[in-house]
């Protein structure tokens, strides 16, 4: 959408009439619960989220708040400068959306409304509390520290117990507000755990922050008394400040996947075009299309809903969607996607999937389920780590028994340092984060993860098995040989058969009829024979040159034999003399199947073809493809057989393919991969589906699960080097609580941000 400027006295009527038809779909009632909901405790107030454009700065988020602040019935704006969104309360019948529009429009900017935030605001809610938690728990803590160095840097008798006193005072003052609101989810965690009888993450991580503050308290209102010696305020809010900056990131990271297509969302367009009865076009909301409506999707405007272009030719852009970074042609007849940019001519289309039937909803809900499962390994991770906890608090109850005699403040001290020193946050966070980022590359790659587990299986995998057609192949045939009688042209040949092929609707009719220019001749009297052929009468436009032909089986058109072996699909065409031509036919090799197997081949895997077609078509294909092993002729079950083999040779296999024969294989392979084309069945099988159809996406796929493998390897060391080291140490008393927390948190922050790395994009060799 372009951003117009206007002067701030120009009002909504001077805005261009395409922008005041686009803004006056939004003030139909009926549209309002698309991107508003009610006010709870305010009757007659609606709550609605626009996305701006043209946002830059912190200047802009405050003029776009005076730009629809000063608006009749709005009572309240906020607006999110990172994520480039405002959020409205206003009053049905003071205020109108297309007044907002144009506001924006006079102030510089262009705004969408925004339904999907309305979804997405519990979940961003909880980010900005988390950031809230974090922080305070930050301000606390600096404050805390500044009272906390002279004790730890003043010689004895440096500090009068007046001046010790009221640090500690300050410092107790100062921590209140970091146990109630930072700690919280850790408590509620806690509590939750122990109402389920169980023993969980945030057991320990509770018990040792309430067991410092408790002592610090003690100690700080009976400085004489026996745990007077000492205090760890400084401790509990360093601890609290790391740990929820881990966790912080760990949402970051997690919110990256579960929300990578959220701004795909708002690229979806309000209203649109639609052709009505009359052959004219009038604005529409996006949400009252049906499936056959013929929509006009103007250049630089977003195509709102699945479907095939009617007219026009344009080059559009998918990237978002499929991962395809080259803009595509579409003409008439090719299909297009919700949510892909219209970059260059007028295109009509006709509707043929609408809301969540758009292959842009399947897509996020293939990321919604992704991003709630847990890998095999965290699910290990996290069946040890209860009796794991188990043990940490007996470690901690028997080394405060311990020091206890000698000195009940040190005791207490070590008690709280192996409570947190060993807490296993790091080892819980060391495969989750690592998928979680992988599986949000893989998305932004246009792969999508419909199994978290299975990016731990495709670090195993040394064979890759193709099907033929539909994965290696395009879904179409082409001539790639034409024999004629003699004193025929080959190109009058080829012209003819078009011309009669194109009446049928057989596959290797229609491969003719796209191989050869049949402008110049009138086909009539078209006559189909089921399994043998067409014939008609085909002339020129002036009726002359009348003749019957015959297009289909050697049989059928009196072909002559030959000695030659047929090596794929063959058409013969022929008038009431006899025959006049042959066409060899042959499967189209995708433009990126050869490319995607030289780079397989670099990486170390071992590439094969698996088909049910006959066994000279596959060995053809695979020579073209450059594949060594090939097998033809494999029925279903021949399939699965030949899996089960190379899986009990020791083999990890990926299988790609994209038929309804392909589900059982699909499903017996340790990683299955579909093409974005796949069937349903074949998608319901696969671990990863390849929305747009890339065969290198296959070989980034490879990749990108063997970086994650050694991603989380050294997360998995990293955490059982950390707490092989310092759980010793805290339990001979040389570690002390502040140190056990900034290493617990320092651990878990080096684990997420180790596997934030997997977020940046493979390059594929």
């Known amino acids: 959408m372009q951003t117009a400027n206007f002067s701030a006295g120009v009002g909504p009527a001077a805005a261009p009439s395409a922008d005041r038809a686009r803004w006056a779909v939004l003030d139909d009632p009926a549209e309002w619960t698309s991107f508003s909901r009610p006010v709870t405790g305010r009757d007659g107030w609606l709550e609605s989220y626009l996305a701006i454009d043209g946002m830059h700065c912190v200047a802009c988020s405050l003029t776009v708040e005076q730009a629809l602040g000063g608006l009749p019935g709005v009572d309240a704006v906020q607006v999110n400068g990172a994520t480039a969104t405002a959020r409205l309360l ?40 988390l950031l809230w938690r974090w922080l305070v728990a930050g301000f606390c803590m600096m404050q805390v520290m500044m009272y906390a160095v002279p004790a730890y840097v003043a010689a004895p008798g440096e ?76 401790s509990v809010t360093m601890f609290v400040f790391f740990l929820l900056s ?180 790091a080892l819980s966070l060391a495969t989750p984060a690592a998928t979680l980022a992988a599986a949000g590359t893989l998305a932004r790659q246009g792969v999508m993860v419909r199994r978290l587990q299975a990016l ?52 290797v009719s229609r491969a003719v009829a796209d ?64 025959w006049l031509a042959s066409f060899a036919l042959d499967e189209t090799l995708r433009a990126d199947a050869v490319p995607a197997v030289d780079v397989l081949h670099t990486l170390g895997y071992r590439v094969q073809l698996l088909s049910g077609d006959q066994r000279h078509a596959v060995n053809r294909l695979a020579w073209r493809a450059g594949i060594k092993w090939r097998y033809g002729e494999r029925s279903p079950e021949g399939k699965l057989d030949h899996v089960r083999q190379l899986q009990a040779q020791g083999h990890g296999v990926a299988m790609v393919g994209d038929g309804m024969n392909d589900g059982p294989v699909l499903a017996r392979a340790d990683v299955s991969v579909a093409m974005g084309q796949a069937v349903p069945l074949a998608q319901a099988k696969s671990d990863f589906v ?21 991603v989380v390897r050294q997360n998995l060391c990293w955490a059982a080097l950390y707490n092989a080291v310092c759980v010793p140490l805290a339990v001979l008393g040389f570690m002390p609580p502040w140190l056990a927390g900034l290493g617990m948190a320092g651990s878990s922050l080096l684990v997420v941000l180790n596997s934030a790395r997997l977020a940046r994009t493979p390059a594929t060799h």
């Open 159 to 234: 500090i009068t117990p007046d001046a010790q006193a009221l640090l500690r005072w300050a410092s107790w003052v100062l921590t209140l507000p970091v146990l109630p609101f930072s700690c919280w989810p850790f408590f509620a965690a806690a509590l939750r755990d122990l109402r389920h009888r169980r023993i969980g993450m945030d057991v320990p991580v509770s018990l040792g922050i309430l067991i410092a503050f408790g002592a610090s308290t003690a100690a700080t209102f009976e400085p004489a008394g026996l745990l007077g010696a000492e205090v760890w305020y400084d």
């Open 246 to 425: 881990g966790r912080l990131l760990e949402q970051r990271l997690r919110d990256r996947t579960a929300g990578s297509l959220e701004a795909l969302m708002r690229r979806l367009p309000d209203s649109v075009e639609r052709q009505d009865a009359g052959g004219g076009f009038r604005r529409v909301a996006v949400r009252s299309l049906a499936t056959g409506d013929v929509i006009r999707v103007l250049p630089g405007e977003v195509i709102p809903a699945d479907g095939r272009v009617a007219s026009g030719e344009s080059r559009v852009d998918e990237a978002l969607l499929t991962g395809e970074s080259t803009p595509l042609q579409r003409g008439p007849g090719s299909a297009v996607i919700a949510g892909s940019h219209n970059l260059s001519g007028l295109l009509l289309v006709q509707v043929e999937r609408v809301g969540p039937e758009t292959r842009y909803a399947g897509m996020v809900a293939l990321m919604e389920q992704a991003s709630v499962q847990k890998p095999q390994l965290a699910q290990i991770a996290d069946r040890i780590a209860s009796p794991f906890l188990l043990l940490v608090l007996l470690a901690s109850a028997g080394a405060a028994a311990w020091w206890w005699p000698v000195d009940p403040a040190h005791a207490i001290g070590v008690a709280v340092a192996v409570l947190i020193v060993t807490c296993p946050c």
């Open 515 to 578: 191989s050869f220019s049949s402008s110049d001749w009138v086909v009539t009297e078209v006559t189909e024979v089921a399994g043998r052929g067409v014939r008609g009468r085909v002339g020129q436009a002036d009726g002359s040159a009348q003749r019957c032909l015959f297009l289909g089986s050697a049989s059928f058109c009196r072909a002559p034999a030959t000695d030659r072996p047929v090596t794929g699909p063959q058409v013969h065409l022929a008038d009431e003399k006899g």
């Open 690 to 710: 390849v929305l747009g159809g890339q065969l290198s996406a296959v070989a980034t796929l490879l990749q990108l699960a063997r970086r994650t493998k050694s």
């Open 90 to 129: 206003w009053q049905p019948g003071c205020s109108r959306p297309s007044d907002w529009m144009a506001a924006l429009q006079r102030a510089g900017y262009a705004a969408l409304a925004a339904g999907d935030l309305l979804s997405a605001a519990p979940r961003q809610q909880a980010q900005r509390l």
């Open 456 to 507: 731990e299986a495709c670090a195993a995998v040394d064979t890759v098995v193709f099907d033929k057609t539909g994965t290696l192949t395009e879904d179409r045939m082409k001539v790639i040989l034409g024999t004629t009688a003699p004193g025929v042209a080959p190109m009058e040949a080829g012209e003819l058969a078009a011309a009669l092929a194109q009446h049928s609707l057989h596959p």
